[in-house]
């Protein structure tokens, strides 16, 4: 086993701390007057919340395209659809899919924010065609949508979801193999080795095999090296 595995942090909207490699998430409006270090690696995107419905759809894909081509962004996104907020989903969906397109011209992977719409979305990327990997980021629904999702082709970032007993996420996530899922603080400020830790226990592995595990599907799916 190597030792110098890091941490992967899937999704956090906080930089990376020493021995972990996270990808944060930049808003796109934010994105020109971020200044990261040079190795921290980030996913750009227009956040649904954030969506205004008048989104120029051309002037969207462009300043996406320009930001999403800087090589330390590794992937595109959060994008997604909510259904727990009020601007429509075709709204959503339209701008959605400027992040589907920049992901495909660009050959980076979509991270999306689902909230009870992952049917209307495992279809669109079957609608699509999409060839680039969409991650599910914050997953906390069943067994069995897990598995839907994975067989259409898209993986599973779980956070902290899976802190809290008797929640959908643990059953989801003591339902997959040690392949099938990265791990994630999302917005919590948590420490990401707590995560792990409890990824461990409840997959009845180790924390050293979680890291060597993950980091290596990280570099090979998402960075694609
Ligand atoms: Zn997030």
Redesign the pocket.
């Given at each position: 086993m190597n030792a110098s595995h890091s941490y992967i942090d899937l999704?956090t909207?906080k930089p990376g701390k020493p021995g972990v490699k996270s990808l944060q998430?930049i808003f796109l409006s934010d994105f020109e007057k971020f200044s990261g270090t040079k190795d921290q690696l980030l996913s750009v995107g227009l956040h649904p919340w954030r969506v205004r419905g008048q989104e120029d759809p051309d002037l969207l894909f462009q300043q996406l395209k320009f930001a999403a081509g800087y090589q330390q962004v590794a992937a595109i996104g959060?994008t997604g659809l909510d259904k727990s907020i009020e601007m429509p989903l075709e709204r959503q969906e339209a701008v959605f899919n400027i992040h589907f397109e920049v992901s495909e011209e660009l050959q980076k992977p979509l991270i999306i924010?689902c909230v009870r719409a992952y049917q209307e979305l495992l279809l669109l990327r079957k609608n699509l065609g999409a060839t680039q990997p969409w991650i599910f980021?914050?997953f906390a629904g069943s067994a069995q949508l897990a598995r839907q999702c994975i067989n259409s082709g898209c993986l599973l970032s779980f956070g902290p979801a899976i802190l809290k007993d008797h929640n959908r996420a643990v059953h989801s996530l003591i339902s997959l193999g040690i392949d099938e899922f990265f791990l994630e603080t999302?917005?919590s400020g948590l420490d990401i080795a707590e995560i792990y830790e409890r990824a461990a226990l409840l997959k009845q592995t180790t924390v050293e095999v979680l890291r060597e595990r993950i980091a290596e599907r990280f570099h090979k799916i998402i960075i694609q090296e």
């Open positions: 999704h909207h998430n959060e924010h980021h914050g999302d917005d």
